[in-house]
């Protein structure tokens, strides 16, 4: 009689599981039709999530709420208006378990409740430009206190000076600050643990704190509070807040004016979020650990046109860009509620971790020259393509005055001719000649972000392989590309795919960096902005090739290669590349090259003289404003943002630019050309013809033709 019962069960069990089976195949199958994405039976760390999809109405954190009860997540992409979403999880075990436990489960939404699908895959799709999603592990709620509850805890802070002492109250240099609690100290970003301030947490706070614990959003109460105080004008640099000083949850309580908080992930996205008053921002998990969040100093942001403060539905990824409205900036207290930490983190991110920090991350050692494709293609990721991605904003506003020679080029081109700029940079070159048509590729996505805001054509793309067709082109640029192939034989195959765009009779101009920074008795500007500069750390040549000086007592040297007999100029100590002195002549051909980046500059946004490309960057692509339809049961709304391709560096506190300037040093690796090589490299392509070759201003500069 058991046996029935149980075989019964069984047979029932596996009756579902076939369903679930047949309903998941024709997920994939429908995904892999209408969506070209391939789900793989083997398993993977990635998984496409069908119906979990902002399509679906599941928003991230209601998606990320389950996944991540499987394991920790690495990364969350949720196309806008897909009804898929995909996961990484960090080990194939996480995905394993969440495919086991959630296929043909259920999730309740705010809104509605849809079955998922879970299938592996063998790659996850880049977040677009423009797509709506928030760091993993950041909330936004939208009216988290009401207008009374703002006046009360506005009305509770006093600013006058006899109260300085209590609150440890400071004038910032972009802000007021106020802590509750503990200090939070700007000078070695910590707290005193062991000094607790006189005035504790503002009773006013407390009801707020409440609903914070009864929503589950804490599950202590915090015991810091950090009160800032923005002008219009003002803002604070992009930060983390100190690992080993506060636990992991961060409240962030906005009253007043609305803004726009600038959230960096480490490899480049950026997500810029609309904070109306009377919001509270949660942040937890890796936008509490690895992104930086910060407010950039402006009167204006740039916000979704509908107003943010009303129940307007998320404009899509393409409405994004085209109803952004300008939004003047008012008077905006926070209130940051922390709790302090009393033991080492322990978090799964010891990059950017100070307490794992010494341990963890070994001294870096510095790379090799490279002898196969593998290794080049490595140490062109790690010291040409990271950097960039890095420096993109500052790198680009020393970037702005064309090269006389490359302008007049573009300038004798016939109206109507085609003209492609490989390693385009900030676009400089692309508005030349407004009688062409121009498009660019950059292998940095952070400097394409720049040009595309700018209004130019422009494309990720590796010069190794341009998705552009062949014999297309009449004309072709490479400004100071070609030098960051690490082997002859990629900057032999960067110049052929140069030539492949070419039209027959069409003419490429190619410029790379000179081992001969003194050529007929003239050292280059690079070499005579030495004395100029006076060896300031601050990076601002206005159009020399390279960046800033260091001081260097070195001698110059004098070499001269003749192009027919190149000898190779690398001396690497142990196979190491060296690092070069800045406004020094070049010891070896191979080597890294230090690019100075002040801390200050980038987490203030004040990037010297215009800062325009940095404004103008980072108030695109926010967020929309609120879901209407969320939470119907109380009176939070959810805010979506959405990223885009930008990068920052910093990862110290908020103000220690202010209290201490440091330094942080990126290195790109250069191929230094010699007399005569760049001729003998395009002299290797068949069909090519050397029109003229120079020098100008330390660089060598080849003009071809192709000829068939
Ligand atoms: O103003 C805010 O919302 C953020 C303040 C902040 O990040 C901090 O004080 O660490
Ligand atoms: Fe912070
Ligand atoms: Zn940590």
């Given at each position: 009689m058991a046996d029935t019962v149980d075989n019964t069960i069984f047979v029932k069990r596996s009756k579902v599981k076939k369903k679930i089976l047949r309903k998941q195949l024709k997920a994939s199958h429908i995904l892999l039709k209408h969506e070209g994405i391939s789900t793989v039976s083997q398993p993977t760390k990635s998984l496409v999530v069908a119906n979990g999809g902002l399509g679906n109405g599941v928003s991230r954190q209601e998606l990320s709420a389950v996944l991540k009860e499987f394991g920790e997540i690495e990364r969350l992409v949720m196309p806008p208006q897909k009804p898929y979403a995909f996961v990484t999880y960090r080990s194939e075990a996480g995905a394993q378990k969440a495919h086991a436990q959630l296929n043909g489960k259920s999730l309740k939404c705010e809104d509605n409740v849809v079955t998922l699908y879970l299938s592996y895959v063998q790659s996850v799709p880049c977040e677009e430009a423009g797509s709506l999603s928030l760091p993993v592990g950041l909330t936004l709620l939208d009216s988290f206190v009401s207008p009374e509850e703002e006046a009360l805890l506005l009305a509770a802070l006093d600013w006058s000076p006899g109260n300085d002492e209590v609150t440890a109250q400071k004038a910032m240099k972009h802000r007021r600050v106020k802590h509750y609690g503990f200090e939070f100290r700007?000078?070695?970003?910590?707290?005193?643990?062991?000094k607790p301030l006189p005035?504790?947490?503002?009773?006013?706070?407390l009801p707020i704190l409440e609903r914070c614990l009864s929503n589950q959003i804490i599950d202590i109460l915090p015991d810091q509070l950090t009160v800032n105080q923005y002008e219009s004008g003002q803002g604070i640099p992009p930060h983390i807040d100190t690992h080993s000083a506060f636990e992991e949850t961060i409240l962030s309580l906005s009253l007043g004016a609305q803004t726009v908080m600038d959230f960096r992930h480490p490899d480049g996205g950026l997500v810029a979020l609309v904070l109306p008053g009377r919001s509270l921002l949660v942040m937890k998990g890796e936008s509490r650990y690895l992104w930086t969040h910060g407010i950039t100093p402006r009167k204006c942001d740039v916000v979704p046109?509908?107003?943010?403060?009303?129940?307007a539905p998320v404009p899509t990824d393409n409405q994004t860009q085209s109803r952004l409205t300008l939004s003047r900036r008012g008077t905006r207290t926070s209130f940051t509620f922390r709790r302090i930490r009393h033991e080492p983190c322990r978090c799964g991110?010891?990059?950017?971790c100070d307490s794992q920090r010494v341990s963890a991350v070994p001294e870096p050692s510095l790379p090799s020259l490279p002898t196969c494709h593998a290794d080049a293609a490595h140490l062109e990721k790690e010291y040409v393509h990271r950097v960039y991605n890095s420096i993109a904003p500052h790198f680009s506003s020393t970037r702005h005055s064309p090269w006389p020679r490359v302008c007049h080029f573009l300038s004798s081109l016939p109206p109507g001719s085609m003209v492609a700029d490989v390693g385009?940079?900030?676009?400089?070159?692309?508005?030349?000649?407004?009688?062409v048509i121009a498009v660019g590729c950059d292998r940095s996505s952070a400097l394409i972000q720049i040009c595309a805001e700018r209004g130019f054509q422009v494309f990720v793309s590796d010069a190794l392989m341009l998705p552009l067709h062949s014999a297309s082109f009449d004309a072709c640029i490479s400004i100071a590309?070609?030098?960051?192939?690490?082997?002859q034989e990629r900057r032999l195959a960067a110049v052929r795919e140069l030539v492949r765009?070419?039209?027959?009779?069409g003419q490429a101009l190619i410029y790379v960096w000179a081992y001969?920074?003194?050529?007929n008795k003239q050292r280059s500007k690079y070499l005579k902005e030495q004395s100029k500069e006076k060896?300031?750390?601050?990076?601002?040549?206005?159009?020399?090739t390279q960046d800033l000086c260091e001081r260097s007592s070195q001698p110059l040297e004098d070499k001269h290669n003749s192009g027919e007999n190149i000898q190779c100029?690398?001396?690497?100590?142990?196979?190491k590349l060296s690092i070069h002195t800045n406004r020094t002549a070049f010891k070896s051909q191979d080597l890294l090259v230090p690019w100075h980046l002040k801390d200050e500059k980038i987490q203030r946004g004040e990037?010297?003289?215009?800062n325009l490309e940095y404004k103008a960057s980072s108030g695109y692509g926010l967020c929309s404003g609120n879901?209407?339809?969320?939470n119907p049961g109380s009176d939070f709304k959810i805010s979506i943002g959405s990223s885009l391709g930008l990068s920052s560096e910093s990862q110290t506190s908020p103000d220690s630019a202010t209290e201490r300037s440091s330094v942080t040093v990126f290195h790109r690796y250069y191929h230094l050309f010699q007399q005569g090589e760049l001729e003998h490299l395009c002299g290797?392509?068949?069909?090519?013809?050397?029109e003229s070759s120079y020098h100008d201003q330390g660089n060598w500069c080849v003009l071809v033709e192709k000829t068939a």
């Open positions: 700007y000078d070695n970003n910590n707290v005193d643990k062991d005035a504790g947490i503002p009773a006013e706070c046109s509908c107003d943010p403060q009303s129940s991110f010891p990059s950017v385009c940079g900030n676009g400089k070159y692309l508005s030349v000649n407004p009688e590309v070609i030098h960051h192939f690490s082997t765009l070419l039209k027959p009779g001969e920074q003194e050529y060896y300031s750390m601050t990076n601002s040549t206005s159009n020399g100029v690398s001396k690497l100590a142990d196979g990037y010297s003289g215009e879901r209407s339809d969320c290797q392509i068949t069909g090519v013809k050397v």
